[in-house]
């Protein structure tokens, strides 16, 4: 995935001198986990830029020099480094395009490598995905391929509103996944496209007896547990990627619970007010009677991100994905 | 303030000498921008008396500290106003019409304005946010190449916030060509100055981020423009940024919500009153004999005619459809949810027109808000 990144901002960076990429230690070192390593060789330092440590005053910048008419993709240490920031995107990037008539968006892309599993320190793990769903004005993705990071990456930098990029760090560098290196559209004239990168879910495995929706490091832990449930109880679940978490893909979700009659929300977040609560509403208002079984959750619990001691018990594992799944099943 | 930059004399002092650029049009377009900025003012206080403005935040004696920076800057400089000077962007040419609808209310096409055509940031209310916007703009500008400078306003509590330093830091450290301007009134609300900072001169702050700073005269608009003016020649000449402070006083109140009696002596605001704008520069103007009496009731008759169309403009103004409540939120295609919430409220009855609340208790925001100064 850290390679899908790179060549996204490579090739956004060499088709439009409006994109740079600013942060703390992005561009000497190629940032703490490698994502822009040799762009500063190949751009320049006007256009990829170390900054000072101050997530405010990126976030800001960055605002500003998108006024200006640039195009700035902004790395976020670590998740939890966000909070600085975070009044910057919530009162000025989700409202600029508001409070110009809608001439004039914050067009920045905030890229959050986020969540646990990597045996960090205190705060560097957290999930702070749905802080931003909440906030009317942004877009908020999450790719959990290599090929979905590198598309995704390069819609987001070419569309208009600000974009909250979540990237699971802990399947940074999970395998490798082949696919044609060619962007998937035309850069230079990418209005109107983008969106339908920043908006559709996508179908991971195909199935028809139960929903198994999550999005980022958790997709690869729900695919584990359709391949367990098909063998080991002959059921066959559709798993679904959300990738945008908001705007969510009403349709993909609702098509899928409709088809198989249950569903499994799965996430590492905390489950209070988490994208869980808001999937299963949606199935609920949308799909009750096709369902056989309430929509369940698997989810991380309402406690602060464990020292990583504990952090496997606090991940979503295959086993408590499978114990959930079979909660829906045996309803 | 005897150290402060000052070009009008007051009390005992002598007038300085006039900066060789500035000619008589240059001094007479500074004060009808005053003009204008203080019958808008005045203007907008007595609206919202009556009603017909919400809670308005008033700037009624720091007119210096607007028209005397602005008019150093060029047309394609950026600049950045925090609420306290809400109608700065009448002088660039966004409709004084669309500033009252903001304060009536109004989004959408009547209460915003296209920040890039007029190059005047969007009216910031949260306090010290809008310092990083203005670095990151003339960031921006100096990366292409181009010459364009940005400058911000901000008060004395701002400079508490940790916007603020984030701000002043980066553009120290990538010298970007950014004008700091702080007005010092000496109060954010009821908090006074010296529990803001233990530093006696804000502008002394300039030198933890490597970068000049100066305090001027704040009602003093030719120092103001002095200040401003030779902070952007060294910033088109690559010297980086410069922090100004205009010291003066806040006349009125916060906001018309505000009774200032709560928390401070008024007879020092009136003491301050006596070195307020403009007056002090009518008889400044008039004393180098660039002002008389009939040129000076013709600005006010001008913008007072100006204001009041701008006010009718305002007033004409529709109910907003249930539509502009998703209008603009995203430059690009609307959420599905948006949909559904619109289908919601045409589903129902309407509220009825929400209009503002009006009089609040309390005195005048400033001794002059029914009383304009200058010949009526």
Same mark, same amino acid.
């Given at each position: 995935?850290?390679?899908?990144?790179?060549?996204?901002?490579?090739?956004?960076?060499?088709?439009?001198?409006?994109?740079?990429?600013?942060?703390?230690?992005?561009?000497?070192?190629?940032?703490?986990?490698?994502?822009?390593?040799?762009?500063?060789?190949?751009?320049?330092?006007?256009?990829?830029?170390?900054?000072?440590?101050?997530?405010?005053?990126?976030?800001?910048?960055?605002?500003?020099?998108?006024?200006?008419?640039?195009?700035?993709?902004?790395?976020?240490?670590?998740?939890?480094?966000?909070?600085?920031?975070?009044?910057?995107?919530?009162?000025?990037?989700?409202?600029?395009?508001?409070?110009?008539?809608?001439?004039?968006?914050?067009?920045?892309?905030? +890229?959050?490598?986020?969540?646990? =599993? #990597?045996? %960090?320190?205190?705060?560097?793990?957290? /999930?702070?995905?749905? $802080?931003?769903?909440?906030?009317?004005?942004?877009?908020?993705?999450?790719?959990?391929?290599?090929?979905?990071?590198?598309?995704?990456?390069?819609?987001?930098?070419?569309?208009?509103?600000?974009?909250?990029?979540?990237?699971?760090?802990?399947?940074?560098?999970?395998?490798?996944?082949?696919?044609?290196?060619?962007?998937?559209?035309?850069?230079?004239?990418?209005?109107?496209?983008?969106?339908?990168?920043?908006?559709?879910?996508?179908?991971?495995?195909?199935?028809?007896?139960?929903?198994?929706?999550?999005?980022?490091?958790?997709?690869?832990?729900?695919?584990?547990?359709?391949? +367990?449930?098909?063998?080991?109880? =002959? #059921?066959? %679940?559709?798993?679904?990627?959300?990738? /945008?978490?908001?705007? $969510?893909?009403?349709?993909?979700?609702?098509?899928?619970?409709?088809?198989?009659?249950?569903?499994?929300?799965?996430?590492?977040?905390?489950?209070?007010?988490?994208?869980?609560?808001?999937?299963?509403?949606?199935?609920?208002?949308?799909?009750?009677?096709?369902?056989?079984?309430?929509?369940?959750?698997?989810?991380?619990?309402?406690?602060?991100?464990?020292?990583?001691?504990?952090?496997?018990?606090?991940?979503?594992?295959?086993?408590?994905?499978?114990?959930?799944?079979?909660?829906?099943?045996?309803? | 303030?005897?150290?402060?930059?000052?070009?009008?004399?007051?009390?005992?002092?002598?007038?300085?000498?006039?900066?060789?650029?500035?000619?008589?049009?240059?001094?007479?377009?500074?004060?009808?921008?005053?003009?204008?900025?203080?019958?808008?003012?005045?203007?907008?206080?007595?609206?919202?008396?009556?009603?017909?403005?919400?809670?308005?935040?008033?700037?009624?004696?720091?007119?210096?500290?607007?028209?005397?920076?602005?008019?150093?800057?060029?047309?394609?400089?950026?600049?950045?106003?925090?609420?306290?000077?809400?109608?700065?962007?009448?002088?660039?040419?966004?409709?004084?019409?669309?500033?009252?609808?903001?304060?009536?209310?109004?989004?959408?096409?009547?209460?915003?304005?296209?920040?890039?055509?007029?190059?005047?940031?969007?009216?910031?209310?949260?306090?010290?946010?809008?310092?990083?916007?203005?670095?990151?703009?003339?960031?921006?500008?100096?990366?292409?190449?181009?010459?364009?400078?940005?400058?911000?306003?901000?008060?004395?509590?701002?400079?508490?916030?940790?916007?603020?330093?984030?701000?002043?830091?980066?553009?120290?450290?990538?010298?970007?060509?950014?004008?700091?301007?702080?007005?010092?009134?000496?109060?954010?609300?009821?908090?006074?100055?010296?529990?803001?900072?233990?530093?006696?001169?804000?502008?002394?702050?300039?030198?933890?981020?490597?970068?000049?700073?100066?305090?001027?005269?704040?009602?003093?608009?030719?120092?103001?423009?002095?200040?401003?003016?030779?902070?952007?020649?060294?910033?088109?000449?690559?010297?980086?940024?410069?922090?100004?402070?205009?010291?003066?006083?806040?006349?009125?109140?916060?906001?018309?919500?505000?009774?200032?009696?709560?928390?401070?002596?008024?007879?020092?605001?009136?003491?301050?009153?006596?070195?307020?704008?403009?007056?002090?520069?009518?008889?400044?103007?008039?004393?180098?004999?660039?002002?008389?009496?009939?040129?000076?009731?013709?600005?006010?008759?001008?913008?007072?005619?100006?204001?009041?169309?701008?006010?009718?403009?305002?007033?004409?103004?529709?109910?907003?459809?249930?539509?502009?409540?998703?209008?603009?939120?995203?430059?690009?295609?609307?959420?599905?949810?948006?949909?559904?919430?619109?289908?919601?409220?045409?589903?129902?009855?309407?509220?009825?027109?929400?209009?503002?609340?009006?009089?609040?208790?309390?005195?005048?925001?400033?001794?002059?808000?029914?009383?304009?100064?200058?010949?009526?």
């Amino acid at each position: 995935m850290v390679e899908g990144l790179n060549l996204a901002l490579d090739q956004a960076m060499a088709a439009d001198d409006r994109v740079l990429v600013m942060g703390e230690d992005v561009a000497r070192t190629g940032g703490v986990f490698r994502v822009t390593a040799g762009l500063l060789d190949k751009y320049g330092d006007d256009r990829v830029i170390d900054t000072p440590l101050a997530e405010a005053g990126i976030v800001g910048t960055a605002i500003g020099m998108a006024v200006y008419g640039l195009l700035p993709v902004i790395e976020i240490q670590f998740d939890t480094f966000v909070y600085p920031g975070f009044e910057q995107i919530v009162v000025h990037a989700a409202r600029y395009a508001w409070r110009t008539r809608g001439e004039v968006p914050a067009s920045i892309v905030v +890229r959050i490598p986020f969540g646990g =599993g #990597v045996r %960090a320190p205190e705060l560097h793990s957290d /999930s702070p995905e749905a $802080l931003f769903a909440h906030v009317p004005g942004l877009k908020v993705v999450c790719p959990s391929t290599p090929e979905d990071a590198r598309d995704m990456l390069l819609a987001a930098i070419e569309h208009p509103d600000p974009v909250i990029f979540m990237e699971p760090k802990r399947i940074y560098r999970a395998g490798r996944q082949d696919f044609p290196e060619e962007p998937p559209f035309d850069i230079s004239s990418a209005d109107g496209v983008t969106t339908d990168y920043l908006s559709k879910a996508r179908i991971a495995r195909s199935g028809h007896d139960l929903a198994l929706i999550s999005y980022g490091a958790t997709v690869p832990a729900c695919m584990e547990a359709a391949e +367990r449930l098909s063998s080991e109880r =002959g #059921v066959d %679940a559709r798993v679904v990627d959300l990738r /945008s978490l908001y705007p $969510l893909d009403v349709d993909t979700l609702v098509d899928a619970a409709t088809a198989c009659g249950r569903a499994v929300v799965v996430h590492e977040a905390p489950r209070t007010a988490g994208l869980g609560a808001e999937v299963s509403s949606l199935i609920h208002e949308r799909a009750m009677l096709d369902l056989e079984a309430p929509v369940g959750r698997v989810t991380g619990f309402d406690v602060p991100f464990p020292q990583f001691i504990n952090e496997d018990d606090y991940i979503p594992s295959v086993d408590r994905i499978l114990a959930g799944c079979n909660k829906v099943l045996d309803w | 303030m005897t150290d402060s930059l000052r070009i009008i004399g007051r009390d005992d002092l002598p007038d300085n000498k006039l900066p060789e650029e500035l000619g008589e049009k240059d001094l007479l377009e500074i004060f009808r921008s005053m003009v204008v900025l203080r019958v808008f003012d005045e203007r907008a206080v007595a609206l919202q008396r009556q009603g017909r403005l919400g809670t308005y935040a008033l700037y009624w004696g720091e007119e210096a500290t607007q028209a005397g920076p602005l008019y150093a800057c060029s047309e394609r400089d950026w600049i950045f106003p925090s609420y306290r000077q809400n109608a700065i962007g009448i002088l660039r040419a966004v409709p004084a019409s669309t500033i009252f609808a903001w304060w009536r209310g109004y989004g959408g096409r009547e209460g915003f304005y296209n920040v890039r055509e007029h190059r005047v940031g969007p009216i910031c209310v949260p306090i010290a946010t809008h310092l990083p916007h203005a670095v990151g703009v003339s960031w921006a500008s100096k990366l292409r190449g181009e010459r364009d400078a940005s400058l911000v306003w901000f008060g004395d509590g701002a400079t508490s916030e940790g916007d603020f330093h984030e701000a002043m830091n980066f553009a120290g450290v990538f010298k970007t060509p950014t004008i700091f301007f702080c007005v010092n009134n000496q109060w954010a609300i009821s908090t006074p100055v010296h529990k803001q900072t233990a530093l006696k001169v804000l502008a002394d702050k300039a030198a933890a981020y490597g970068m000049p700073g100066i305090r001027v005269d704040g009602f003093d608009p030719i120092a103001c423009w002095k200040a401003t003016h030779d902070a952007l020649e060294r910033a088109r000449a690559g010297g980086g940024p410069s922090f100004i402070e205009a010291y003066c006083y806040r006349l009125g109140a916060h906001g018309t919500a505000d009774d200032p009696r709560l928390y401070r002596n008024e007879a020092e605001a009136a003491n301050w009153k006596r070195l307020e704008p403009l007056a002090r520069t009518s008889a400044y103007l008039k004393r180098i004999a660039v002002l008389d009496d009939d040129l000076e009731s013709e600005l006010f008759v001008d913008a007072k005619k100006s204001i009041a169309s701008a006010v009718a403009e305002m007033e004409a103004l529709e109910h907003p459809s249930l539509e502009t409540l998703f209008d603009q939120v995203y430059a690009s295609r609307t959420p599905w949810t948006f949909e559904e919430s619109l289908r919601e409220l045409q589903s129902v009855e309407r509220p009825p027109e929400v209009k503002p609340l009006g009089a609040q208790p309390g005195p005048p925001s400033t001794g002059d808000a029914d009383a304009p100064v200058g010949p009526s």
